[in-house]
């Protein structure tokens, strides 16, 4: 368990998982999408619920629920779609590219095994197309890394984001 | 809760009783009505009746949604903006010419196929005041065939697909929708602004912020009778298809920005758009009360939407415009 690592395992632990997730943030931002596809488990679960503005007393309301309405509720199959239509089908929402920077901080690791951990990381998602256009999606993503071998496979993202109404016309980035 | 003032902090020291409480309370919707479980509200107490400004085009819309069994909301309302017109947005779910440009990445990636979003048999239904269905249609004779094959079990005998059409095999779905209805396959506009897609499972709002910003909302609805596995096919659908992450909206909301942003330009915003396509090559058919345009892509319904529009726009109050908007178009069109 994590929790019963001394502190000097525990930082080297933390030391590979942010360079893991760094090194995986800089495939997407380099557009190296086929490679990014190689990270992911096979029973990946990727999901982006919605979110709405609520009173305090009813906040535990604010996000769906798995099942319900999402912006992504994608296994692999559907992710590999998503890759082939932006690297191989010249969309309209990704031709000319989006310029992408990801922004990852705030790395805790909150439970699990050496062998597998949820991770939770904040991220800013910062995209710029064509001459002028700017959108930028700040959130916090709960993963599950899976060692395989002597690497990590991504075996979930949930992403929560902050926005409930979403200011950008589209969402064709990777979170 | 009726919308009255019911007190006021300091009424006395403050105000020294010289408040008129009664006319200060919330403005009424002065005509609230219901079809069918839909609430419609207006604050213009001179607004034309529910009944009236629906017609049969209107009721038809909803009739769609609603004789598919008892429906139910699933939680969650998809929220985004986009920086265009909103009458883009609205023209666009009439027009099935531009999917196979607009889309065509969504069929190379293998998400959907050239042939259904390039249905050649096009049923348009145009109604007063504005609202319209465009889109696929069948023939008689394959309603017929469909009706044949559907005389089997009920979905709550777990033999229907979430996106089959066999609800509308019952006669009381026949008679609801009536001989035309009963053949669209294609999307309702309720005017001004209610999508009605993905097949009577989803609505979208398109609701103006101004004239160059639109908020989308898209509401999901399910048979309380489906199986799990059906209520997760249309989810998925839903989540697949629309909304700001849905493979085929991504790049619609892209293309939408541009035509508002170029119609803006000095000279573009002085040339007319062409919106000719089948003009004056189609007639009305008519089968009972109902009456269709059954052709191929077309035109009819955008330009019915921005004819009905402008005459909204130029009547001078209700009784203008119910005296002079256009009736629902006969003959050649």
């Not at chain 1, 709960?142 to 950008?168: C, K, M, P």
């Not at chain 2, 009424?11 to 403005?27: M, P, R, S, T, V």
């Not at chain 2, 969504?106 to 239904?125: C, H, K, N, W, Y």
């Not at chain 2, 908020?215 to 799990?228: G, H, I, N, P, R």
Request: overall charge negative; hydrophobic content about 40%; aromatic content about 10%.
């Amino acid at each position: 368990m994590l929790a019963s690592l001394d502190t000097d395992a525990r930082m080297r632990l933390q030391f590979e998982v942010e360079q893991w997730l760094y090194a995986e943030a800089a495939l997407l931002d380099e557009r190296r999408y086929d490679e990014w596809l190689g990270l992911l488990a096979d029973d990946i679960h990727y999901w982006m619920p919605l979110r709405r503005t609520t009173t305090a007393r009813e906040t535990a309301n604010e996000f769906t629920q798995p099942g319900d309405m999402a912006f992504f509720d994608d296994d692999l199959a559907m992710l590999k779609m998503r890759v082939q239509k932006t690297t191989k089908a010249n969309p309209w929402a990704e031709d000319p590219p989006s310029r992408t920077r990801h922004f990852v901080s705030n790395v805790r690791l909150l439970e699990g095994t050496q062998a597998e951990m949820s991770v939770a990381s904040n991220i800013h998602l910062y995209r710029t197309r064509l001459e002028s256009e700017e959108d930028s999606w700040i959130g916090r993503r709960e993963d599950v890394l899976r060692r395989v071998g002597d690497e990590f496979r991504l075996a979930q993202r949930h992403i929560f984001l902050e926005q409930t109404l979403i200011l950008s016309q589209n969402l064709s980035s990777i979170f | 809760m009726d919308g009255r003032l019911l007190a006021v902090p300091g009424l006395d020291k403050y105000y020294e009783n010289d408040l008129d409480i009664d006319n200060l309370g919330l403005a009424r919707a002065a005509q609230v009505d219901i079809y069918r479980g839909f609430v419609f509200a207006t604050l213009d107490p001179e607004a034309i009746p529910l009944v009236d400004f629906l017609g049969w085009v209107g009721r038809l819309s909803i009739d769609l949604v609603a004789e598919r069994g008892e429906m139910e909301v699933v939680d969650g309302i998809q929220k985004n903006r986009i920086q265009c017109n909103w009458k883009l947005a609205v023209d666009n779910l009439f027009d099935w010419y531009h999917p196979k440009v607009s889309h065509l990445s969504a069929i190379r990636a293998g998400a959907i196929t050239e042939e259904s979003l390039f249905p050649m048999d096009q049923m348009v239904i145009l109604g007063e005041y504005g609202h319209g269905i465009g889109g696929p249609g069948v023939s008689v004779d394959r309603q017929a065939q469909m009706d044949a094959k559907y005389q089997g079990p009920r979905r709550d005998e777990g033999n229907r697909g979430a996106f089959s059409n066999a609800w509308r095999a019952s006669d009381k779905a026949k008679e609801q929708l009536g001989p035309i209805g009963i053949r669209s396959r294609g999307h309702p506009n309720l005017f001004p602004n209610v999508w009605v897609a993905l097949g009577g499972n989803q609505l979208c709002l398109r609701i103006p912020k101004g004239p160059l910003e639109t908020e989308l909302w898209w509401f999901t609805l399910v048979e309380k009778s489906m199986s799990a596995e059906e209520r997760r096919e249309v989810v998925q659908a839903a989540i697949h298809f629309f909304g700001p992450a849905g493979l085929l909206e991504q790049d619609d909301g892209e293309n939408w920005i541009h035509s508002t942003r170029t119609s803006r330009g000095t000279v573009t915003g002085e040339r007319a758009s062409n919106f000719s396509m089948r003009q004056g090559h189609d007639t009305v058919y008519q089968d009972g009360e109902q009456k269709s345009i059954e052709t191929v892509v077309n035109e009819h319904g955008q330009l019915w939407t921005y004819r009905c529009w402008e005459e909204w726009m130029r009547a001078k109050d209700w009784d203008d415009l119910a005296r002079n908007h256009s009736p629902e178009p006969t003959g050649k069109i």
